[in-house]
């Protein structure tokens, strides 16, 4: 014991750096499997995990190397790298420093994950419609993830700092490793019997094999059935899983989940003072104002001298009782007039002579009648016997006479016409396709024609 020497790790980590920078088998080493966790600083540097079905190892790629990449890296992407096998003193962790990087295929997970996404968003689990509201103010709040781990101390750290109203659920469960996928989705659809206003499901950064759990079909549909609107929180903000496409909102980081799951009490309480500032503002213009209306309507000359309300009411019911009156009267004057000359009437004073005079009237009007009437029928008369007078009424002969005479002059010319008496005289009448011919030009060599004699027709061609 007196004799051993003891060494820090750091020296301990140098000495197996050394060692492995001085073994050829380590300067140079050819590697292919699937890149995982791939992230990229802001220093250029490329750091990620390189992994078959049963291994992994931690990679680098300094700047100088990286930015003659071909390709853009992705996790679930195959590769062929080329590099040395070293330590990092620090955290004593072996990794290998890649110099060259190619792509070798697709990683089965990533073939998996795309398949999964590209289906269900076929399906229209993606689709906005179906994207439930963030309640802003929620009283019950349940987080599905791990009973231990940064992710549930986060998430109750944050919420009771901005909204210590709110109550805390916790649903514990795996999220990684064999029947993880099961148990968070037994969990999310245990959840809905809570009434809650808001569902965190996630858990901390990871590689993708880490959180795979949340790229399984079961998680997915679960979080898609929940009732409650649900905020995936899943690994970090360059961490993509098939639970924050299906989710009402997803979150970058657990952390930020919870921020986004309750709003903070400090800003409220500011916003509530600016409002009760804005409030009072408001409150004591309007009482201004009312109290400036007030003191006009006291200073209004009705109210300093209200006997001047009822005195102008009195005036106004003087006159109107003024105009009464004397309308009353005219109409009485009016009538008392209208009475006084009825009464003065000649006809009222002698009625006698009122009836002699509508007697009189009523004899002449019978008298001019009678007069009309006789005259009216001695016109008649006379007219009938002029009728009777008349030569044609005496003789009805002669009305048909003249008419005969005209229609014995009409048919003597109409009979001087008839083509008839022309062939009677001899002559004949030639016919081409029933139509009268009368001039030679009209008749063409082999024409048929048709010549009508007195005593029948005959049919001839022209030669």
Request: with cysteine; glycine share 4%; charged share 30%.
């Amino acid at each position: 014991m007196i004799n051993e020497e003891y060494i820090t790790v750091t020296r301990l980590n140098k000495y197996v750096q050394r060692q492995m920078s001085r073994d050829p088998n380590l300067k140079t080493v050819y590697l292919k499997g699937e890149i995982s966790n791939y992230k990229v600083y802001p220093s250029g540097h490329h750091y990620f995990t390189i992994k078959d079905d049963k291994s992994s190892i931690s990679a680098v790629m300094f700047y100088l190397f990286a930015k003659k990449l071909q390709f853009k890296p992705e996790d679930g992407m195959k590769v062929l790298v080329k590099g040395e096998v070293s330590i990092y003193p620090s955290t004593g962790k072996y990794q290998i420093i890649v110099r060259k990087m190619m792509e070798d295929g697709v990683g089965n997970l990533y073939v998996a994950y795309n398949q999964l996404k590209n289906r269900l968003e076929k399906e229209g689990y993606f689709k906005e419609e179906h994207k439930k509201p963030i309640p802003k103010f929620p009283k019950k709040i349940g987080v599905v993830t791990a009973q231990t781990g940064a992710a549930i101390h986060d998430i109750i750290t944050t919420i009771e700092r901005r909204w210590p109203l709110c109550e805390i659920l916790l649903f514990p469960t795996l999220v990684q490793g064999q029947g993880s996928a099961e148990n968070i989705a037994r969990q999310i659809r245990y959840s809905q019997n809570f009434h809650l206003d808001t569902l965190i499901v996630g858990r901390g950064g990871g590689s993708i094999e880490d959180l795979w759990s949340f790229n399984e079909e079961i998680v997915a549909k679960a979080i898609f059935e929940s009732k409650t609107p649900v905020i995936s929180a899943v690994g970090h903000e360059v961490d993509f899983t098939i639970a924050d496409f299906i989710a009402d909102m997803r979150a970058p980081t657990p952390t930020a989940a919870a921020e986004m799951a309750v709003p903070d009490c400090s800003e409220i309480s500011n916003q509530m003072d600016s409002l009760n500032i804005r409030l009072r503002e408001v409150m004591n213009k309007k009482l201004d104002s009312y109290s400036q209306r007030l003191q006009d309507i006291k200073n209004r000359n009705m109210f300093k001298n209200p006997q001047e309300i009822y005195s102008q009411k009195e005036m106004d019911l003087d006159m109107s009782k003024e105009r009464l009156n004397y309308s009353a009267n005219r109409i009485i004057m009016e009538k008392e007039s209208r009475f006084n000359r009825l009464k003065d009437s000649y006809y009222l004073r002698n009625p006698y002579d009122f009836a002699d005079n509508k007697e009189r009237i009523y004899t002449e009007l019978s008298q001019r009648l009678k007069e009309n009437m006789d005259d009216v029928i001695k016109s008649k008369e006379r007219s009938l016997i002029r009728a009777k007078e008349f030569y044609t009424i005496r003789n009805p002969k002669a009305l048909t006479k003249n008419k005969e005479q005209r229609f014995l002059e009409i048919f003597n010319k109409l009979e001087l016409l008839n083509p008839m008496l022309t062939i009677k005289r001899g002559y004949t009448l030639t016919k081409k396709d029933g139509k009268v011919v009368s001039k030679s030009k009209d008749l063409e060599k082999g024409d048929r024609i048709e010549i009508e004699f007195s005593d029948g027709n005959v049919e001839s061609e022209v030669l």
